[in-house]
Every structure is written in structure tokens, then in C-alpha cells.
């Protein structure tokens, strides 16, 4: 009888619990769509101070401002953690043209590589060597490529449904095309832009030299996809084709700068500790909305709409924006040290570095055990159309952290119209679209909520479920 | 032992069928975004031809155009499906002010509803009353509006997740806001544009008069939702504020014009009708690229995509681009009545009208048995990310078919942007983005192929499951 008792008011507490974590969620969603801070924040970051490269005065504002914007909404701590970035600057715009023969000439769209070293002042002009992979270099060999400009053109994958993986097999070109083709000789390389659409954007991103030696170093740029299909068709009429580029970039002295952190104390539960979090750097071409203006302010508007929405979190939730993820990932990794160094318990950490776009869902780096159990929240996503659960990568930044007691996770918001925009000029506040950051933002709160709500601990969490 | 061979036969094919659904979508998947149609039509459509308002010469072009890029696929059959159709033309654009005193004004954005009459030739000027809904007309009675222009303030509800509800919960205001005005003496009614966002953009859109004798008929037009905040701010303050309008509309004779369908004959039941299809009729203000160029042109894919990926389909598979779904339904009626005249017996239709965003999933008017047999494909469409199954309306063109037999069907996109853009002059090609439109001809490809291949007979398509 006493089981039985036991069981019904199990049943029955079970019962109240969802309905409160529905009411909840709605109370959340609501919150955000009516009356959210998102894109109020996301207009000033993006349009009153910019582009927010590391180490530039933008970034420096956007450290100040969002920290202002964090002590208004009355959290128990706001603080900054500084930490020392790379500053990389573009210098004057960059110019390119093409020569079918001598003077004749048809100016392309590029720009440099971040972490690119400059052209000679005069600039170079050389003939062009099309590749469609770094990895062709090997088999053309000196020969074929030496004083010359390697030109990879390795369009993404368009029929890949995740436009992320399309991406991530064209990265490594960017990355590394420079240094690669360096060895055999070429005085300079050209990437097609990762950018699945025709159009005249040249996209910026990370390239590295790795340990090539500073006299070594070529310059790299990034050429827009419509001038990438011409270049080629034109080579393929003509091998003579010169390409001239200028670029004016310099690596210059690291600069100290901060992550910019605020949290609201857990009541039961201090020590564990939950984090959210964007990257509160960007490219310096457009302003950085998407990538990554709006998972900062998202980040931001998950405490706000906690409070808002009346949560008293048991556990600590911390917004963490990070600095220099674009160029260096030095924000990401000072704060895991601190974090070590403290011996602070994260037992989860959240991370939107996929846009503003309509979220889908999340993807999980935990066990399959707390897999399960976030699964089993599901339902109470689905009158928001979140659907997309599954294991897989989080974010860059939170990366740092991994070990194994934190279940790190990434936002996945709809992924086609994202690298439209990625690291490009037309990275900018008005492709954004209000209600898909507010409901990004109000996805992101739900989670944090039942998490905080239910704890990272499971049955085992070192045990794998077997299946 | 003969059972049990039956079994393991039955199971095997079963999985193979499987296999090869899943290859036929990911052929069809792969087609439609490498290769796919309907973004280079929608650029013919849009950018050659434009706003397509029933009864105009852009609408015969646009039924041109279509009958000869459907006959460029080679189906068995496409013809042209007379109707008549209404005309109404909007004339020199609309001209409107508030003013605050005498000689004081404020230009505010309007466009005239369709359908409207328009305004004496000067214009209208008169003092305006400000409601929240139509149902206010009534308490409020003739002493407060009599001689006043009524204008309609009801901003969507921007919490609901799906934005189609919350357009439903306004449409009222702009069919049926003039004619109830005019019962009270109103001269004139504004209403607030069906948009979620905050801008300058007016939307129109259907309304009607109902019964209402022609000389009792007050001109109807819509306002930009920032002029109908800024005019309801200033109505705050001064009751005296004046608003003048005019407009000049005119509702001409009724034309001929056409339903444009084409057809892949069945292989095995060629008299059992399939049909997917959008309407070819637009708004005037802009070039009607998400409405409903995006439906017209991924139905057209539809059918191509089939002959592309090898899928010779055993029911007829038919394409109907319909004539006046905006202002009149004259196509979507004319062709129910021509099918149901010929006998004709359609087992399922499709209609694509919500814009050309990512597909998320379907909506379905049918039994709950074939609604089951429905759901069970739904993990071949779980790697396109395509989760919404759930029972609902379809679309309004295929709405007159509606019988026991028939499974009505409507392409449930991401609506979050659609009402940025829906019958304003910001509904044009930039604003569709190509691989969100060709997931979308893929996924209503996918479901065709599925519904042809198994068909619509469920174990009792009468008897309704009871759960």
C-alpha cells in the first residue's frame, strides 16, 4: 500500500513537474518574442561600433558595452577576464585583377586571409596554376608550380544537407593552401570563397603558416566565388593568364583584451557550474552579425529571460563571451584555464556560433546516458519546432573545457542561408531576422532551464548505455 | 514453413524498398540542389516577368512562359485550362497623410486593399476613430464613427511560433474591416498591415464588401505597421488628428485567363490524379517571388525531378499552376469543377504557399489511417531535416477537391520571414534564397514519389482509427 502510495504521488509529482516545465517554456518563448533584449543589443553591437576584430578598437567597445549591458540586468557578478590576442590588421583594401594579355585586364573581388602577410608594396603579378585541392600540389610538384600563383578552387559541397559539413571539407584549403603550395615554390595563393552561393562576396577566415619559416611565407587571399568561376573558365581558354594581387596586411604585436563574463549565483548548487556563451570577436568586413554578434547576444538575453521568466536557478549560470575565436581561440582557452586553475566543477556549457538563423535544435557532446535524458525533454520542445537532438560537435570555444564530466553543446540553427554571409562584407544586421534570433535565444533558455532544473548526473555518468 | 518463408520474403523486400526509397530521395535531394530548376525559373518570373495580378498582361506572360518551359520537359500532356478571372488594377499609386493641424502633415505609407474602391478623385480627408478589431465597431456605434475613417490597429501576436495563426487572427480585419465600418457611417477604413515587423512597407491583400450595395462602399487601404505605431501615438495624443487618403482602383470587367498543368501519365493507374501545385497569380506590389512564385516553380520541379532521378510513376503525377488564388479562387474552383465533371479521380494533392523558405514538413487533411501510413515514411525524410508531419489545412487552390477519397496536402515551410514580405512591394527575388527553394521542390518531390509508390489505399480508408 505504502509502494502504492509511493508510486501515485510519484506519478502525480511527475505530472505537475511537466506541466510546469511546459509553462515554463512558454513563459520563455513568449518572453522573447515579445519582449526580448536580443535584437535591440545585436543592432547596437552590429551597427553603432562594427566589425570587431581582435586587438581593434571595435572589440574594445564591444568588451565595454556588453558589460555595461550585463550590470543593467542586475546579475550577482559581472566581470572581465583579460587575456592577451593576436592583432592582425588588413590594412588599405586589398586589389586583384586578371590579364588575358598584356593590358588587358578584369578586376576580380578578394581579400586577404586573416593572418596573411602582405604582398611586396608593388604587389605580385604571376601566372596561375588552378588546383581544386592542396592535396594536387604533391603530384604537380616545383615543376609545375614554382613563381607561380596556386589558385585552389574547391567549390563546397552543394548537396550536403548540413551546409557545415560542406564547409568542413573545404577549410583545410583555406587553412593551410598557402602554406602547402609555399613548399613547392608559388609565390602566392588564391582560395575560392567557402561560400555555397554564385555571388561577388570575397569571404575572409583563418589561414595558418604553421612552422614555415618567415621568409617563406606567401601571401593568401580569398577570391568571391562569381570571379573564382570566371578565373577558371578563363584559364581553362588560356594558361597564360596573369593574376595580379595587393594586399596590406600585418600581423602586428598581441594586444590585452577580455572575455566578458556575468552570472546569476546558483541557490542550491554554486559549484556547479553552467555556461552560455558567443564569441564577442568577428571578422572585420562586415559587422559581424551572424558570426557572431547574435549568439553573444543571445547568450546575454538567456540570464535576462531566466529572470524574466521568474527561474531561480539552482545551479551557477554563467554568459561567458569570449574573445579572438575568429584568430586565435585565445578567449576559449584562458578561460578553461582559469576555470582549471580554480578548480571550477562545468558541468555544462552551451555555445551559439552558427548564426541567428531558425534553431532547430542542439547538437551533444555528453555520454549516452545523458543523451537519454536529454532526450526525453523533447516533447516539451516540440510546439517550438525544435526537433534536431543528436550527438556531435558543440562549439570552438567551449572546446577548451572538454572533459569528462561536462556535456558541452552547440545551437543548430537552420544552416542554408549561413554561409551566404560567413566572414563576408554582407555580414551585416539587416539579414538577420528578428523573431529567428528571439526564438534562438528562447531555445537556448529552455535548455539552460532544464538543465539547471534536472542536473548533469545520471545513473552512471561514466557507464555508456550499451545499445 | 510456408509462413515463415512468406515472412522473411515479406521482410527482405521490405528493407529493400526501404533502401531504394532512400536512395530515390537522396538522388532527388542531390538533383534538386546541383542541378535543380526552380531558382532559374523563379529568376524568369520574377525579374522578366513581375507582379502578376489576375487579369493582367504580366499574368498571360506568366502563363506563357510556364506552358512553354513544362512543355520543355517533355511530359505526356500540358495544356491550358480557360477561366475567368476578376480585374482589378490599382492605378497611380496611393497618396496618404495625417495632420496634426491645419497645414501640419505627416506622409504615411499606404497601399490600397484589393478589391477596394477607390476614393473620390480628391481624396478623403476626415477625422479618424482607432479600434483594435472590427468587433469594436459595434460598441462604439454610429454617434462615434459616423463620417470618420476606421482604423484598424491590430498588430499580429508575436508569440505564436507559427506565424500563419497569427495571420489568421488578423485576416478578418482586412477581408471584412470596410464592410462593417461602412454600416456605421465610416468614410474611409485603414487598417495595419499583416506584417510582424516593425517597417515602412504597406501590405495589401484581399477584402470584400459582402452585400453591401455599391453606393454604400468606402475605400479600404492598408498602412505600413511603423505609420500604424506613429498614427496611433499621435491619436494618443490629439483625437482632432485628421487622416487624408486617396486612391484610385477600379474594379474592371472579368477576363479570360488560364490554369496552366502538365502531366506524367501513369504507368499502372493512370486514373488515379496526383497533383502539386501554386498559384501563378500575384500581389502588384512587388514581383511575388515567395507568393507564390516559389509554389509555381517548385511544382514545376517536381515533375522534372522525377524524370531526372528515373522514377517512372505508376499513378498520373500532374502539375497545376493555378489562375486567382489571391483575389477570387477562380482557377483553384474551375479546375475542381472540370474534375469532377470528367469524373476524374484525384487521390492526392500538394500545394506549395507558404514561400520558398526551408522546408520543415507537411500538413495533411486526410484519415488518421492514412495520416499513419504517412507518419511511418518519416524516417526517410529525417536526413533532409524534414520533422513537421502533423494533420491540418492544406492549401486554398486544392481546397475545392476536398472529398472523402482525396488527401489534401500542404508544403509547411519555416515561416518566420513570410509575413517580412507576404503582398508587399519587399516580396521579390533577392529575398529567396536558392537552396531553401530547392529543398523545398525536393521535399514535395520526395512526398510525391512516396504517395505514388504506395498510393492512398490504407486497410479502410471509411473507417477512421480510434486512439
Known amino acids: 500500500m505504502r509502494l502504492l502510495i509511493t508510486i501515485v504521488f510519484c506519478f502525480i509529482m511527475g505530472q505537475i513537474s511537466a506541466q510546469t516545465d511546459a509553462e515554463n517554456l512558454k513563459s520563455i518563448y513568449s518572453n522573447s518574442l515579445t519582449n526580448g533584449m536580443s535584437y535591440q ?11 570587431r576584430l581582435s586587438g581593434s578598437l571595435n572589440a574594445e ?14 546579475l550577482d557578478k559581472v566581470w572581465l577576464q583579460p587575456v592577451m590576442v593576436p592583432r592582425w590588421v588588413r590594412g588599405a583594401p586589398e586589389f586583384a585583377y586578371f590579364e588575358t594579355s598584356p593590358g588587358v585586364t578584369t578586376n576580380v573581388n578578394i581579400c586577404a586571409l586573416g593572418g596573411s602577410v602582405a604582398t611586396p608594396l608593388g604587389g605580385i603579378k604571376a601566372k596561375v596554376i588552378e588546383v581544386k585541392s592542396y592535396k ?35 577549410a583545410v584549403e583555406r587553412y593551410a593552401g598557402a602554406a602547402e603550395a609555399a613548399k613547392y615554390g608559388a609565390v602566392g595563393t588564391i582560395v575560392r570563397s567557402l561560400n555555397l552561393r554564385l555571388d561577388d562576396f570575397p569571404h575572409t577566415g583563418s589561414m595558418s603558416y604553421g612552422d614555415l619559416p618567415v621568409n617563406q611565407r606567401i601571401p ?13 573558365g578563363m584559364l581553362a581558354l588560356n594558361k597564360e593568364v596573369k593574376f595580379f594581387f595587393k594586399q596590406n596586411c600585418q600581423q602586428l604585436k598581441d594586444v590585452q583584451s577580455y572575455n566578458v563574463i556575468g552570472e546569476i549565483t546558483g541557490s542550491e548548487f554554486p559549484n556547479e557550474i553552467i555556461i552560455v556563451g558567443g564569441h564577442l570577436d568577428s571578422w572585420d568586413l562586415g559587422d559581424g552579425s551572424h558570426d557572431d554578434g547574435a549568439g553573444v547576444v543571445q547568450s546575454m538575453d538567456v540570464l535576462r529571460l531566466l529572470k524574466e521568466s521568474g527561474i531561480k536557478p539552482k545551479r551557477t549560470i554563467r554568459v561567458v563571451l569570449f574573445m579572438n575565436e575568429e584568430n586565435g581561440l585565445r578567449g576559449g582557452r584562458k578561460y578553461a584555464e582559469i576555470a582549471q586553475e580554480k578548480k571550477e566543477n562545468h558541468v555544462f556549457a552551451l555555445e551559439s556560433d552558427s548564426g541567428g538563423f531558425t534553431p532547430r535544435g542542439f547538437s551533444f557532446d555528453c555520454s549516452d546516458v545523458m543523451f537519454a535524458k536529454i532526450e526525453s525533454w523533447k516533447p516539451l520542445f516540440k510546439p517550438y519546432l525544435i526537433h534536431y537532438f543528436e550527438k556531435g560537435g558543440s562549439g570552438a570555444d567551449i572546446g577548451p573545457l572538454k572533459n569528462d564530466n561536462i556535456v558541452l553543446t552547440g545551437l543548430r540553427p537552420d544552416s542554408q542561408r549561413y ?13 538577420v531576422n528578428k523573431r529567428e534570433l528571439e526564438l534562438g535565444a528562447a531555445s537556448m533558455t529552455a535548455l539552460i532551464y532544464l538543465i539547471d532544473k534536472y542536473g548533469t548526473q545520471t545513473i552512471s555518468n561514466t557507464e555508456e548505455l550499451r545499445d
Open 61 to 74: 567597445k564591444a568588451v565595454q558595452y556588453t558589460k555595461e549591458e550585463l550590470e543593467k540586468l542586475g
Open 220 to 232: 593568401s587571399a580569398a577570391i568571391s566565388t562569381n570571379d573564382a568561376e570566371l578565373l577558371s
Open 41 to 51: 543589443w545585436l543592432d547596437h553591437l552590429s551597427n553603432q561600433i562594427g566589425g
Open 136 to 170: 594536387d600540389l604533391e603530384a604537380l610538384g616545383e615543376a609545375e608550380i614554382k613563381g607561380k600563383i596556386v589558385f585552389i578552387n574547391r567549390p563546397m559541397q552543394a548537396d550536403l544537407i548540413n551546409t557545415f559539413e560542406a564547409y568542413g571539407g573545404c
Open 419 to 431: 554561409f551566404d554571409h560567413h566572414h563576408a562584407s554582407n555580414d551585416t544586421f539587416e539579414h
